[in-house]
């Protein structure tokens, strides 16, 4: 079922109607109850909460008109996609997956393997300030931790997605990462491309409409259906000919472009809401 009372053809017609350019297709998400498909969401923030207005889709000044970190010159800087599972921790998931890119691009260092924490991030940090499945979090108060301490890697704390303590190993103390800083860039996309092709991703919050669990392929457009929530990923590439950016997001290899997606220009608020760059 595409959205809660229409099928994955009606909405394809309705895709094909407004004359976007992507397609819907059944999914493990999009199999969920509304329910559950909120609970792949996590960024707890009021819907009206949006930050800078959209500064329009002009080429930025050094940036080239295409950049992709999973294709550099045949070289991939990105790690593998993950899944946040039953859990709204896709701050958790959005940042820990830009600190790692950001780490493999600022330090060339292709075909990442490092794989971090994300149960460290939201079951320790977060948890200490409210966040769990059920509430979400804000991307700007994990990253507050990334700097201040570090996160371990993710064998020193596997992740599960249900709320559990904070558990790390012993020796958790010799075994983290830390970021130096993080930029701010929502509502200005020149910036945002100049950043992604020179410093890496970027994390990038959006929201999320019922239309959305059920992409499969092209460059989304919102067509129909409710807001669902708000959602974090992480901007790995874009395309000015097709319009788009790039994001990696946390709902497993089986959703949409092997777990990627490609969004246009303007849509969702994916530019203006909360985009933080990483200086590794």
Excluded at 87 to 104: D, K, N, P
Excluded at 178 to 184: D, E, H, L, P, Y
Aim: with cysteine.
């Amino acid at each position: 079922m595409a959205n809660e009372g229409m099928t994955t053809a009606a909405l394809q017609a309705s895709i094909q109607q407004a004359g976007a350019q992507w397609q819907a297709g059944d999914s493990p998400i999009s199999a969920l109850s509304p329910e559950q498909r909120v609970r792949r969401l996590g960024l707890a923030v009021p819907m009206n909460d949006l930050q800078m207005p959209f500064m329009g889709v002009m080429s930025a000044v050094a940036a080239p008109a295409k950049f992709d970190l999973r294709n550099v010159a045949g070289t991939n800087y990105i790690t593998n996609v993950r899944d946040q599972g039953d859990c709204g921790s896709c701050v958790a998931f959005g940042c820990i997956a830009t600190i790692e890119g950001s780490i493999a691009w600022q330090q060339k260092k292709p075909n990442p393997t490092m794989h971090l924490s994300e149960a460290h991030l939201f079951y320790c940090y977060g948890a200490t300030e409210g966040a769990n499945c059920g509430t979400g979090w804000w991307p700007e108060k994990a990253f507050a931790h990334c700097i201040a301490t570090g996160i371990v890697d993710d064998l020193c704390f596997p992740y599960v997605p249900v709320n559990q303590p904070c558990k790390v190993c012993d020796d958790w103390k010799t075994r983290l990462t830390r970021i130096a800083s993080t930029t701010g860039l929502a509502g200005n996309a020149s910036a945002m491309k100049q950043w992604i092709s020179s410093k890496g991703p970027l994390v990038g919050c959006l929201i999320v409409y019922d239309d959305f669990f059920s992409y499969k392929s092209g460059v989304y457009k919102h067509v129909s259906g409710a807001q669902a929530g708000g959602h974090c990923v992480s901007i790995v590439g874009y395309d000015d000919a097709a319009g788009c950016w790039v994001c990696k997001n946390s709902w497993g290899p089986l959703w949409g472009e092997a777990g990627f997606f490609r969004i246009a220009y303007g849509q969702c608020n994916i530019e203006t809401w909360r985009v933080f760059g990483v200086n590794a």
